[in-house]
């Protein structure tokens, strides 16, 4: 239970971990992946994948069984030990469609009332919490188990065994670790996992200046697994496009964000590989992942999936809808028909042509966002500062604008009406840590700002970024 400790502690040990010397951040790190790697690649978890590789060509009818059996586990147990469901009664489930009994659940409610969704049949000493974000601003504190992760992990497996990559497989990632001091200058900007055989790489040191040494680093290690974030992995494709390289790796996989064909295109012309994707969430109710035949399935023994449509009905296949789950993994937090803010629709047409009957969906996440440009050439991608916003709780929305070459505005929506006494007292005190921590990142070149707004810059067909860059490039 030490890695929990960890994970459930890691704000505090940030400042400890940025004071020490680069050798002793790759022992740490080093360190904390071994206690990863006793759940990533525990006897259970490589358990699980062989069975997850043994009913990946179920029959249709065998998917369905699986399903409806995971839903009545779920519901039992969420009927007799979470707060939340207590008042339902345990209805019958013939079928799937009978989940239609429970009322859809919407965020916000998970929000205010999260500790009203705790499993009693979890002990709190047991429980790891993540949070999770979006574009919201307002911060969901999901608890799950040392079991989830090793589910979760295992199917991240199974998806590499797709890509033809074997467990253990080196790899570079950059996703949202704070690997590196935001103040740092000069190289390195990555530190190494020894227990994984992998190496981390800042996504906060972004910029042209910085460009050659990034694409340095990756030519000597050419040929590895790239995993990351699409925008920031975006960028490294412009650096390395715009001066005519192209770096070979293994295979990309991409994961957090909403992966555009154009940006794909761009990826595998700089990386030279294909780009598998994922969509996945940390309520941990449901996964989506890219086979290699470029389809993306839905994985039916994590979560079961509803699309409706604005009256709550299932949208017919080839219409978009939004995203209602019920996760089958999380017994610490277990979530019935959950609505999670993202859209999509059943693909159709016929089989895959992997041979898998996995159900096809296309996500067409409404979440977009520019790049943050610094007078000193720092990038930084809507994911680099999401990270700011995931202990927030007393917002609606945060948005982060760029208005000036060198100042930035953090624009916040209160969840109350701005005035009110327990705005004041609430997003205000957020609002202030957002932009304390986003002047430490960005440091003395740009001026940081706030606003409370009553509603957030919304851009054509409803979308909210969550960096809005207004300064011409």
């Given at each position: 239970m030490l890695e929990p400790l960890v994970r459930n502690n890691l704000p505090r040990l940030q400042g400890l971990?940025?004071?020490?010397?680069?050798?002793?951040?790759?022992?740490?790190?080093?360190?904390?992946?071994?206690?990863?790697?006793?759940?990533?690649?525990?006897?259970?978890?490589?358990?699980?994948?062989?069975?997850?590789?043994?009913?990946?060509?179920?029959?249709?009818?065998?998917?369905?069984?699986?399903?409806?059996?995971?839903?009545?586990?779920?519901?039992?147990?969420?009927?007799?030990?979470?707060?939340?469901?207590?008042?339902?009664?345990?209805?019958?489930?013939?079928?799937?469609?009978?989940?239609?009994?429970?009322?859809?659940?919407?965020?916000?409610?998970?929000?205010?009332?999260?500790?009203?969704?705790?499993?009693?049949?979890?002990?709190?000493?047991?429980?790891?919490?993540?949070?999770?974000?979006?574009?919201?601003?307002?911060?969901?504190?999901?608890?799950?188990?040392?079991?989830?992760?090793?589910?979760?992990?295992?199917f991240l497996l199974r998806q590499w065994a797709w890509a033809g990559v074997e467990p253990r497989h080196p790899r570079i990632t950059l996703q949202g670790a704070r690997v590196v001091p935001a103040s740092r200058t000069d190289p390195p900007f990555w530190t190494y996992n020894a227990a994984e055989r992998q190496i981390l790489m800042s996504i906060f040191h972004l910029s042209e200046k910085t460009a050659p040494d990034y694409l340095g680093f990756l030519w000597k290690h050419a040929g590895k697994v790239l995993e990351g974030f699409p925008s920031v992995l975006g960028i490294l494709?412009?650096?390395?496009?715009?001066?005519?390289?192209?770096?070979?790796?293994?295979?990309?996989?991409?994961?957090?964000?909403?992966?555009?064909?154009s940006l794909r295109a761009k990826i595998e012309q700089a990386f030279q590989a294909r780009v598998f994707d994922t969509y996945g969430m940390t309520e941990y109710c449901g996964l989506i992942q890219e086979c290699e035949r470029g389809e993306m399935h839905l994985a039916p023994e994590y979560g079961f999936l509803e699309i409706l449509d604005e009256r709550g009905e299932p949208a017919a296949p080839g219409t978009e809808g939004d995203f209602v789950w019920t996760g089958f993994l999380n017994e610490a937090m277990p979530l019935i028909r959950y609505r999670i803010g993202d859209?999509?629709?059943?693909?159709?047409?016929?089989?895959?042509?992997?041979?898998?009957?996995?159900?096809?969906?296309?996500?067409?996440?409404?979440?977009?966002?520019?790049?943050?440009?610094?007078?000193?050439?720092?990038?930084?991608?809507?994911?680099?500062?999401?990270?700011?916003?995931?202990?927030?709780?007393?917002?609606?929305?945060?948005?982060?604008?760029?208005?000036?070459?060198?100042?930035?505005v953090v624009r916040a929506v209160p969840r109350t009406a701005p005035g009110t006494a327990q705005n004041n007292g609430g997003a205000m005190a957020e609002v202030l840590r957002i932009r304390t921590s986003l002047e430490h990142l960005l440091g003395p070149c740009m001026q940081v700002i706030t606003?409370?707004?009553?509603?957030?810059?919304?851009?054509?067909?409803?979308?909210?970024?969550?960096?809005?860059?207004?300064?011409?490039?």
């Amino acid at each position: 239970m030490l890695e929990p400790l960890v994970r459930n502690n890691l704000p505090r040990l940030q400042g400890l971990y940025d004071r020490v010397p680069a050798p002793a951040r790759d022992l740490l790190v080093s360190a904390r992946g071994w206690l990863l790697t006793q759940i990533r690649y525990s006897a259970e978890t490589l358990a699980m994948l062989r069975a997850l590789r043994a009913g990946e060509f179920w029959s249709a009818e065998q998917i369905y069984l699986y399903q409806l059996g995971a839903l009545r586990r779920t519901l039992d147990l969420a009927v007799r030990t979470v707060p939340h469901y207590a008042g339902y009664s345990c209805a019958t489930i013939r079928n799937v469609e009978d989940l239609r009994q429970f009322p859809v659940l919407d965020r916000e409610t998970v929000l205010h009332n999260q500790v009203h969704f705790l499993s009693r049949a979890v002990p709190p000493r047991q429980r790891i919490r993540a949070g999770t974000t979006g574009t919201t601003g307002a911060s969901l504190r999901v608890a799950y188990t040392e079991k989830l992760a090793r589910a979760n992990w295992a199917f991240l497996l199974r998806q590499w065994a797709w890509a033809g990559v074997e467990p253990r497989h080196p790899r570079i990632t950059l996703q949202g670790a704070r690997v590196v001091p935001a103040s740092r200058t000069d190289p390195p900007f990555w530190t190494y996992n020894a227990a994984e055989r992998q190496i981390l790489m800042s996504i906060f040191h972004l910029s042209e200046k910085t460009a050659p040494d990034y694409l340095g680093f990756l030519w000597k290690h050419a040929g590895k697994v790239l995993e990351g974030f699409p925008s920031v992995l975006g960028i490294l494709a412009d650096f390395a496009l715009d001066r005519g390289m192209q770096i070979p790796m293994s295979v990309v996989f991409t994961s957090g964000e909403p992966l555009y064909p154009s940006l794909r295109a761009k990826i595998e012309q700089a990386f030279q590989a294909r780009v598998f994707d994922t969509y996945g969430m940390t309520e941990y109710c449901g996964l989506i992942q890219e086979c290699e035949r470029g389809e993306m399935h839905l994985a039916p023994e994590y979560g079961f999936l509803e699309i409706l449509d604005e009256r709550g009905e299932p949208a017919a296949p080839g219409t978009e809808g939004d995203f209602v789950w019920t996760g089958f993994l999380n017994e610490a937090m277990p979530l019935i028909r959950y609505r999670i803010g993202d859209r999509g629709r059943w693909q159709a047409g016929g089989p895959c042509p992997c041979g898998r009957s996995f159900p096809l969906v296309v996500p067409t996440i409404t979440r977009e966002s520019d790049i943050l440009r610094c007078p000193d050439g720092r990038l930084f991608s809507p994911r680099a500062l999401n990270q700011l916003l995931k202990q927030s709780v007393s917002l609606r929305f945060c948005q982060f604008v760029h208005d000036r070459p060198d100042r930035v505005v953090v624009r916040a929506v209160p969840r109350t009406a701005p005035g009110t006494a327990q705005n004041n007292g609430g997003a205000m005190a957020e609002v202030l840590r957002i932009r304390t921590s986003l002047e430490h990142l960005l440091g003395p070149c740009m001026q940081v700002i706030t606003d409370l707004a009553s509603e957030p810059i919304a851009r054509r067909g409803g979308k909210i970024p969550l960096i809005v860059n207004e300064v011409p490039q």
